[in-house]
C-alpha cells in the first residue's frame, strides 16, 4: 500500500490508469475501505489504449482518510467480449493539519513570553516545527517544548 499524505484543506488528486483501452472504454469506480466513495471523477482517454480516471479531493478533512482504490470493469458487449474486472492497487491518503500564526502579540522586549499551538492531528510522524523569519527556533537559542501523546 502507497501512502499519500494530505494537507487539510489542500487538494489532491488520485489518478487511475486503466492500461487496457483496446478492449472499449471500461466504467470506472472509486473505492474508499473497500466502500463505493464516489462517481464524481473525471474520466479521460490519453491515447488509443489508455484511460485515466482521475479523483480530486477538493478539501481533504480527516473523513477522507482511508485506503483507496479505483476498479475498471467492462461488460459483456465490449470488445472483450466476455467483460472483465481490474482493480487497482490500494493507495492509504492521510490527511495532516496545518497549523499557522499570523496574529501579533505585544511583547516587552527583553522579556520572556509563551506561544502555544494545539495541533488535531493523532499521527506518529507529526513534527511540529517553530520558526521565526524562516529559522527553526530549536536551532537558534531559542526553548521550545514539545508534549504529545505519542
Keep these: 500500500v502507497d501512502d499519500i499524505r494530505a494537507l487539510m484543506g489542500v487538494p489532491v488528486s488520485l ?3 486503466i492500461e487496457n483501452g483496446q478492449y472499449g472504454l471500461p466504467s470506472v469506480q ?3 475501505d473497500g466502500e463505493v466513495f464516489s462517481d464524481s471523477h473525471v474520466f479521460f482517454s490519453s491515447d488509443d489504449n489508455q484511460y485515466v480516471s482521475v ?5 481533504p478533512t480527516k473523513y477522507h482518510e482511508g ?10 458487449n465490449d470488445k472483450l467480449g ?5 482493480e487497482s492497487e490500494k493507495v492509504n491518503v492521510r490527511v495532516l493539519g496545518v497549523v499557522s ?6 511583547v516587552e522586549k527583553d522579556s520572556p513570553f509563551s506561544i502555544h499551538c494545539t495541533v488535531d492531528n493523532n499521527h506518529e ?6 520558526r521565526r523569519n524562516d529559522i527553526e527556533l530549536a536551532s537558534s537559542g531559542y526553548a521550545v517544548r514539545t508534549q504529545g501523546s505519542h
Design 30 to 32: 472509486w473505492y474508499k
Design 67 to 76: 485506503d483507496y482504490n479505483c476498479r475498471a470493469e467492462w461488460g459483456e
Design 101 to 106: 500564526m499570523t496574529e501579533n502579540s505585544e
Design 55 to 59: 479523483l480530486t479531493l477538493k478539501n
Design 82 to 86: 466476455s467483460g472483465g474486472i481490474v
Design 125 to 130: 510522524d507529526t513534527a511540529i516545527v517553530w
Design 15 to 17: 489518478y487511475c490508469v
